[in-house]
């Protein structure tokens, strides 16, 4: 069984705070991808990885960066949080090439920003 | 640039056959997915259609018309456990767009 875990399922923050989200696969995916859920707007890309140390801006990359320094692992990091952040972030990943449409979440991280 | 449209919401009574239509408009297009996503979940891979037709996986179909731009999932004799959202996703170049989702009711 894949699994995909998220550092926290609930984080409380201030305005502010600088905040890491971490995410570890354990099934040795090239691609890693972090995406925010909001109602009404489905899953929107923000950042994502094709192999260690690479990136690549997703849809709505501001405010955001990443840090791939090992295969199992993704960080989504909020250098400067802000209100509208507040969202549910969800981890991904999958093989690379024709194996890359199918994707494996992880449980997700509910942010909220004070 | 890329779009997907699916319904918002979906209502069928258990038992029954529901279709939820997707249709989309992109570049470089490799294949179209279908993800379930229960409340509280993480979204789950359904299934994944490349060529033209039908693709069955037990209760659940998926179809997709390359020169329509269209797809659809098919849940035949639904179970109140298919209450979820769906989601439809397009894979172009090695990157994947979600759909908004459809949020499918059942009736008992």
């Known amino acids: 069984d894949v699994k995909v875990t998220q550092s926290s399922r609930y984080l409380v923050k201030r305005t502010g705070e600088k905040v890491f989200l971490e995410c570890v696969q354990d099934?040795?995916?090239?691609?890693m991808f972090w995406y925010r859920q909001d109602p009404g707007l489905g899953l929107r890309l923000i950042y994502f990885?094709?192999?260690?140390?690479?990136?690549e801006k997703g849809d709505i990359p501001e405010g955001y960066s990443v840090s791939r320094e090992k295969k199992e692992r993704f960080s989504l990091i909020l250098e400067s949080a802000s209100t509208n952040q507040t969202s549910m972030y969800l981890c991904a990943s999958s093989y690379i090439g024709t194996e890359s449409y199918e994707q494996y979440f992880g449980p997700g991280t509910r942010l909220t920003v004070t | 640039g890329q779009s997907l449209e699916q319904p918002s919401e979906v209502t069928a009574v258990e038992g029954a056959i529901v279709q939820i239509n997707c249709t989309y408009q992109?570049?470089?297009?490799?294949?179209l997915s279908w993800y379930q996503q229960h409340d509280g979940g993480a979204p789950t891979f359904l299934s994944y259609?490349?060529?033209?037709g039908l693709e069955e996986t037990g209760r659940f179909s998926s179809f997709l018309s390359r020169s329509d731009s269209y797809g659809y999932l098919l849940l035949q004799e639904l179970q109140m456990k298919d209450s979820a959202s769906y989601f439809c996703a397009v894979i172009g170049d090695d990157k994947i767009i979600f759909g908004k989702g459809t949020r499918l009711h059942i009736l008992p």
């Open positions: 259609n490349a060529l033209d």
């Open positions: 099934m040795d995916h090239e691609n």
């Open positions: 992109t570049s470089g297009f490799y294949g």
């Open positions: 990885s094709y192999d260690v140390k690479m990136k």
